[in-house]
């Protein structure tokens, strides 16, 4: 079945960076769009970010201003979110989730969340 | 962008009662909204997809209805297991939005 394992989450100093991971297994990773959204400590969730199956369209939330990229490695079925300048506003839960397509739609499935809390 | 304004914000429920929420768009997004529930400590779970589609796996008390700008999500028969929130989302353009949520709880 369709497993997402998110990682590279932690505490971090606000103006650095991270770089998160979700590797993917259960299905063909390769033809499916995958999305980044994240929720803030006691708050609603956010979408942050799509790529598309092959990774060549990368769309993202206007919010973000440029700090954040997508990226995919459909040899390693990986799945990427570089977070940079990073601010407190940005500390929250990020899930990656499969999209239902090849370019974005909805998310079918997601994984359990790697947590980022951004403090001094 | 679209903006789903989801109502109640809450709501507390005797199981065996029926649960309505409504999600309203900002502009019509013909049947391009989804649903998920989100236990604590859980990631969302798809309910509904395309207005009214049940995703699999999903009991068949929770149905969904609606096109263009208002839908409705309803639990015909709450159990205690249904204490969550729920989150309605939209796919029709980008940047993809979701609604405020709406937190129910069993009386």
């Known amino acids: 079945q369709v497993h997402l394992v998110e990682s590279g989450g932690g505490v971090v100093q606000p103006g650095r960076s991270l770089r998160l991971s979700c590797t993917a297994s259960?299905?063909?990773?390769?033809?499916?769009?995958m999305h980044w959204v994240r929720q803030a400590p006691g708050k609603g969730l956010e979408w942050v970010a799509v790529i598309s199956d092959d990774g060549n369209k990368k769309y993202y939330s206007d919010s973000l201003k440029g700090r954040f990229t997508i990226s995919r490695d459909n040899s390693k079925n990986m799945l990427y979110l570089q977070l940079n300048s990073l601010r407190v506003e940005d500390s929250a839960i990020y899930y990656c989730?499969?999209?239902?397509?090849?370019?974005?739609?909805?998310?079918?499935?997601g994984g359990q969340g790697t947590p980022v809390t951004v403090s001094s | 962008e679209i903006v789903l304004t989801q109502s109640p914000d809450f709501q507390s429920v005797t199981p065996g009662e029926k649960v309505t929420i409504t999600c309203r768009a900002s502009?019509?997004?013909?049947?391009?909204l989804h649903w998920y529930q989100q236990k604590p400590h859980q990631p969302p779970r798809l309910l509904i997809k395309?207005?009214?589609q049940s995703f699999s796996g999903v009991p068949s008390r929770f149905s969904g209805s609606g096109s263009g700008t208002e839908f409705t999500l309803t639990i015909n028969g709450l159990e205690a297991e249904d204490a969550a929130t729920y989150y309605c989302?939209?796919?029709?353009?980008?940047?993809?939005?979701f609604g405020g949520g709406t937190k129910v709880e069993i009386k």
């Open positions: 989730a499969r999209d239902v397509g090849k370019l974005w739609n909805y998310f079918d499935y």
């Open positions: 989302h939209q796919s029709s353009s980008l940047p993809l939005t």
């Open positions: 259960g299905f063909t990773f390769s033809t499916y769009a």
């Open positions: 502009q019509s997004i013909s049947n391009a």
């Open positions: 395309i207005a009214s």
